[in-house]
C-alpha cells in the first residue's frame, strides 16, 4: 500500500542456490482538485466562456444552455441566472472534484421609438419613446442635429431636412438597447416663412 509510486524488486532463489530477480512498478494516482473561472454577470441573450481545469475529463450541470457540457471550457448562454457545477474526473475512476460558477442574467430593456414620420418642416416634434426593463440610467440620441437635447429621454426635433434619429438605452444592470426613428419632409421647397419684422436701414443686414 505505497503513499506514492514505488518500483519493488524481488529476488528468488530456486533449491540449487541460484538467484532470479524481477521488479513491479506500482503507480499511485492522487486525488485531483480543479478550478473553475469566475463568477459572470451579462445581460439576457449574451454569452459568456467558462472553464474548468485540472482534471482530464468534465461534466456540467445543468447542460442547458451550454453548448457542450463535456468539454473544460464550454460557452454558456442561459436565459436566466443559474448555478453551473462541474465535476472533474482524474481518468483512472479513482477521483473526483467538484466546482461551481454563477452566472447572473440581468434583463435587456427594450425601446420603441415609434412609427417612421412624414412632417412639414418647420415642425417642431417632441419625441415619447418607450422604454421597459430600467431602471433606465442612460439616454444617448445620434445625430444631435436640431435636438432640443441629446441625453434625454423626451427631447423635440425642429424637422428641416430628412433625417434619421438613432436613441440608446442602458439600464442600472449596463445592458443596452437601440431604436431608430425616420423622418421624412413634405413642402420643403414651397414653403415660406414670413418675418414679422425687418430693418430697413440699408446695411444689407435685413433690409426686405
Known sequence: TPLTDAVYYVKGINSFGCPGYDTVAITVYQPIQITASPDAVICAKESVNMFASGADSYVWYPALGLNDATIANPVATPSVTTRYRVIGFDGHSCFTDTAYVNITVNPVPTLQLGPDLRLPTGTIHPFTPVATKGPIVLWQWTPGTNLSCTDCPNPSA????????????????????????????????????IPNAFSPDGDGVNDI
Open 158 to 193: 425642429t424637422v428641416k431636412t430628412d433625417i434619421t434619429y438613432h436613441a440608446l438605452v442602458e439600464n442600472i444592470y449596463g445592458c443596452t438597447a437601440i431604436d431608430s426613428v425616420n423622418i421624412r419632409t413634405f413642402c420643403e421647397g414651397s414653403q415660406v416663412f
